[in-house]
T-cell receptor, first 112, second 109 residues
Framework: DVKVTQSSRYLVKRTGEKVFLECVQD?????MFWYRQDPGLGLRLIYF???????EKGDIPEGYSVSREKKERFSLILESASTNQTSMYLC???????????FGPGTRLTVL | GQSLEQPSEVTAVEGAIVQINCTYQ??????LSWYQQHDGGAPTFLSY????GLEETGRFSSFLSRSDSYGYLLLQELQMKDSASYFC??????????FGTGTRLQVFP
């Protein structure tokens, strides 16, 4: 059974803290993605990666960075968390040039 | 800009048929996908259309008209468990998905 896991389901942080969100997939997929989901706005792409050590900006990369040191792991970093980054964060993976993305369960981040 | 439009909410009764429309305006187009998301759950893939026409998978069907930049998801024999949010998404040439804002389907007994 294919699986994408995320390090936390719920996370509460304070403004200015550095936040790491981890995502691991066990399907040997080349592509990995980070989205945030907010009510009425759907899923918006933050960053994605086609391969180890490669990253591309999505639609809303400001305030975020990513790291992909191993094929199975894709980390999202909030260098200095702000209240407007309170959101649901979803990680996904897919094989190269494939139609289906597999999503993790999400991390609901609250920044106080 | 890039945009996908779909209704924010649709309601129906068990056993009925419902159609969720999606119109898109994107700079690149390689196909239209549909995802289902139950409250508190992760989005899960339902269907993908790269070519014009209707694709059927059990009770769910998806249609695409590239000339009209339009597609729809058709759900037949609705069940209570179909209550969820449904997202259309355009795949561009870089394998990225651009998502619509989602349609919340409520199925009533």
């Amino acid at each position: 059974d294919v699986k994408v896991t995320q390090s936390s389901r719920y996370l509460v942080k304070r403004t200015g803290e550095k936040v790491f969100l981890e995502c691991v997939q066990d399907m040997d997929h080349e592509n990995m993605f980070w989205y945030r989901q907010d009510p009425g706005l759907g899923l918006r792409l933050i960053y994605f990666s086609y391969d180890v050590k490669m990253k591309e900006k999505g639609d809303i990369p400001e305030g975020y960075s990513v790291s992909r040191e191993k094929k199975e792991r894709f980390s999202l970093i909030l260098e200095s968390a702000s209240t407007n980054q309170t959101s649901m964060y979803l990680c996904a993976s897919s094989p190269l040039e494939d139609n289906e993305q597999f999503f993790g369960p999400g991390t609901r981040l609250t920044v106080l | 800009g890039q945009s996908l439009e779909q209704p924010s909410e649709v309601t129906a009764v068990e056993g009925a048929i419902v159609q969720i429309n999606c119109t898109y305006q994107t700079s690149g187009f390689y196909g239209l996908s549909w995802y289902q998301q139950h409250d508190g759950g992760a989005p899960t893939f339902l269907s993908y259309n790269a070519l014009d026409g209707l694709e059927e998978t059990g009770r769910f069907s998806s249609f695409l008209s590239r000339s009209d930049s339009y597609g729809y998801l058709l759900l037949q024999e609705l069940q209570m468990k179909d209550s969820a949010s449904y997202f259309c998404a355009v795949r561009d040439q870089t394998d990225k998905l651009i998502f619509g804002t989602g349609t919340r389907l409520q199925v009533f007994p």
